[in-house]
């Protein structure tokens, strides 16, 4: 196998960029609507009652999604996650799994299973985490940003109590998923003084805590630097209550800076995209609902997909665009960020293409 410059491995067939970037995760977004109105992704005042998602027919069909995912594969992809939106709101779900966890069987992978992973705010998990592990999900990141009912809700922006998450959680740990990870953006002045109580719950568990960095995504949260807490901050907050060492990259391309608890109770990962960007080791294309590649997640437009799905699917061609979409990628925005930029472009948003 052939490694890049970073030691980023490198699949026979597989896709490379302009930055000497292979093409290795997926983000598959399988709607763009959710039941939360997190202030930082989806504020309520703009995404109201009228606001206009995606017509059901524009929404890729889980074949369509299952053709694309397949296809991305056969170009280097180990790990498909599916996201949103709010995923579980998509009926059937489960059914898409089965349809990716077939995929097992591509050439490609050499009979290395895929990674099959979901993110989710976790509030309708409580009945669906068991269909979803039995149908071949292997992996499940749950958002939760506060364990306080008050700034969860005000996260949140959901009717939908705190306690929903939570048996989400409890749901997914019964149906046998482990190493949950536990997905919380800080925000100055928020929930920043939330973390240790995040970070104890997560040791009780047995699940992994990752703060991640407020992301001036999208151009409709209102971004500001000041509210944005370094990860080295964070970092120093937990240090002094739990003392932790760093370790090293659990896999080529991961995001997170990971540490152990020297008291071997766990984990954390500091997801600093903003303070220090990551771009370098990018691997990551996002498919949004509607069939459009997205290779940053700050990009403003995508390539659409759907010529080459409807009206009948041409699986080569969809091959050929997508390797050379890829192959011409050389985004970095996190690196050349300034505050004036931050706000000043039109961006996709993060509901969209799924975080
Ligand atoms: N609805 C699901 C959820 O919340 O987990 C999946 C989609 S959500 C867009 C994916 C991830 O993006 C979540 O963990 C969320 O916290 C994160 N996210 C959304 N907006 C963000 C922002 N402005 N900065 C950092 N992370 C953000
Ligand atoms: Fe919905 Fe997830 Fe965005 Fe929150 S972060 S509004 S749960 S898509
Ligand atoms: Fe990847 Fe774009 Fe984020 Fe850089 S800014 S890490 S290229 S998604």
């Given at each position: 196998m052939l490694r890049t410059a970073r030691s980023l491995p490198i699949y026979s067939g597989a896709s490379v960029d302009?930055?000497?970037?292979?093409?290795r995760d997926v983000r598959l977004s399988v709607t763009d609507r959710c039941n939360f109105r997190c202030s930082y992704c989806m504020p309520a005042e703009i995404f109201g009652p009228d606001f206009a998602f995606l017509p059901r027919d524009e929404l890729l069909t889980f074949e369509e999604l299952a053709l694309v995912a397949r296809e991305l594969v056969a170009l280097g992809a180990r790990t498909l996650r599916i996201t949103g939106g709010?995923?579980?709101?998509?009926?059937?779900l489960e059914r898409l799994v089965v349809m990716l966890r077939a995929l097992d069987s591509s050439e490609a992978l050499n009979g290395e299973p895929l990674d099959l992973a979901l993110t989710t705010n976790g509030s309708l998990l409580a009945k669906l985490a068991a269909p979803l592990r039995i149908a071949g999900l292997n992996r499940i990141t749950v958002s939760l940003d506060s364990l306080n009912p008050e700034t969860f809700t005000r996260m949140s922006g959901s009717a939908l109590p705190l306690e929903s998450v939570l048996g989400g959680i409890a749901a997914a740990t019964a149906a046998g998923f482990t190493n949950i990870k536990l997905n919380a953006v800080i925000r100055r002045g928020v929930n920043d003084a939330d973390v240790p109580a995040l970070a104890a719950f997560a040791r009780e568990g047995g699940h992994t805590l990752r703060l991640i960095e407020y992301m001036d995504v999208g151009?409709?949260?209102?971004?500001?630097?000041?509210?944005v807490v370094p990860a080295s901050e964070i970092l120093a907050q937990l240090h002094a209550l739990y003392p932790l060492e760093p370790l090293a990259p659990s896999r080529p391309g991961e995001v997170a800076n990971r540490y152990r608890y020297l008291d071997r109770r766990g984990e954390i990962g500091l997801i600093a995209s903003v303070s220090a960007p990551f771009c370098g080791d990018c691997t990551r294309a996002r498919v949004s609902a509607d069939g459009h590649l997205y290779?940053?997640?700050?990009?403003s437009e995508g390539s659409d997909l759907k010529r080459y799905l409807r009206p009948a699917p041409d699986a080569a061609a969809l091959r050929d665009a997508l390797h050379t979409r890829w192959s011409a990628r050389d985004d970095r925005y996190s690196e050349i960020r300034d505050s004036e930029t931050a706000n000043r472009l039109p961006k996709v948003e993060m509901f969209r293409v799924g975080g």
């Open positions: 302009t930055l000497q970037r292979p093409l709010e995923p579980l709101v998509r009926r059937d151009s409709s949260n209102g971004w500001r630097l000041d509210e290779t940053c997640l700050f990009a």
